[in-house]
């Protein structure tokens, strides 16, 4: 997949100074996001939530232990791929930085997209990832590739989960978004290491052969091969 000619500093710019709830300008975000990335736009959403696929607002209804329910709606959501959880965050948040109360509240927002996953019909699967996003700030990131309901952790790691709106100006950046949105599974660190696994097997077959064409007996080869 290819990047896009876009340039991100004007997106950077407009949001820098966002202000307002995140009910004013998630979606607006959301949709400037895609744009930047040179993914699909979300679309318009349907009266029966099995056409939803891709959209604002998916309606999902939660199952309480007493035989009761309740709705809820997932901010962004696309099919086979996100749950996508906005905020927009101002405690915490000082001239000196971040602070714990900043942590605590991506973890609870992290912790409602979870919840959200798991309410998803069975049907339809959980998606590999949760992306909680603070309007104009940052965007986290957190994966569960088995897609069987474990927990999902940091991606791609605790330390580079989050990307801060300035490191949108990163091509590479923007290219793991965009994985995200267009390809979520190649981002699984399992599929890369069994990629690399067959490439060397192909590699040591091959000279496999050749040493063995250059008149070495295979048993030589294959201890070689082995150390």
Known sequence: MQGTDEDPQPFIERWRHAGGSERANYQLFVTELCTLLGVPLPQPARDDQRDNAYVFERRINFAHGDGSSSAGFIDCY?????????KKLKAGISPKGLTPGFDDALLRARAQAESYARALPAAEGRPPFLVVVDVGHVIELYAEFTRSGATYTPFP??????????????????????TLWLEPMALDPSRASAK???????????????LEA??????????????
Do not use: C, M, N, W
């Not at 696309?78 to 906005?86: D, I, P, Q, S």
């Not at 580079?160 to 793991?176: F, N, P, V």
């Not at 008149?215 to 070689?224: S, Y």
């Open 214 to 227: 250059a008149g070495h007996p295979a048993e030589t080869v294959a201890a070689f091969l082995t150390r």
């Open 157 to 178: 790691d605790a330390r580079s989960h989050r990307i801060r709106l300035d490191d949108l100006a990163d091509e590479a950046l923007r290219q793991r978004l965009r």
């Open 78 to 86: 696309k099919r086979g791929a996100f749950v996508l959880e906005a």
């Open 196 to 210: 690399v696994t067959r490439q060397v097997a192909v590699q040591l077959a091959a000279l496999a052969r050749s």
